[in-house]
């Protein structure tokens, strides 16, 4: 398999095929194991989303059949609007690799890496985590709310200590 982003793979086919079902193909039946990205096939050149998994063609079946109206997560969404558009997404493969148990650390850190990697040139843009210590955005705004109004109390601290109208 080569690690080319124009490249879809034979399991894509396979995951996106209404009449393919995962259960004939797990890991011991030669499910591929390791590091994917999804990809718009509209942008065949921006990965959108990195994942990891025991068996690809398994998880790639989950992503594209998958059908839950609760979800809202930024992933779901974007799929949710592929169907809706009458597109599947593309997947390549980072790295075969043997990934280890699901919530491992050692199948997060090597997930991460690409996450991180593919970020830094702008994209894996719908993976909720980048990092081990993600946080909620909410959480996030928050924080960088109170580290706004720490900066305008320190800016005020100061333009006290310098002000010349106190020497008089």
Partial sequence: M??????????????????????RLGKTAGGTEGIYGLVDPREPKRI??????????????AHAHSN???????????LRSLRADGVKPVAVVLEQCAVGETGSK?????????????????????NARLVDDYQHPDAL?????????RV????QEVERLTSTADLA
């Fill in 152 to 155: 305008a109390e320190l800016e």
């Fill in 106 to 126: 050692a199948r997060h850190t090597r997930e991460a890496r690409w996450i991180e990697l593919l970020a830094c040139v702008g994209q894996a843009d719908l």
């Fill in 68 to 78: 839950d109206p609760k979800a809202n997560n930024p992933r779901f969404l974007w």
């Fill in 2 to 23: 080569k690690n080319d982003f124009s490249e879809t793979c034979d399991f894509v086919r396979l995951a996106c095929d209404s009449k393919w079902r995962p259960a």
């Fill in 141 to 149: 705004r928050e924080e960088n709310e109170a580290l706004r109004q």
């Fill in 48 to 61: 959108r989303y990195v994942g990891s998994s025991d068996c690809i063609e398994r998880r790639l079946y």
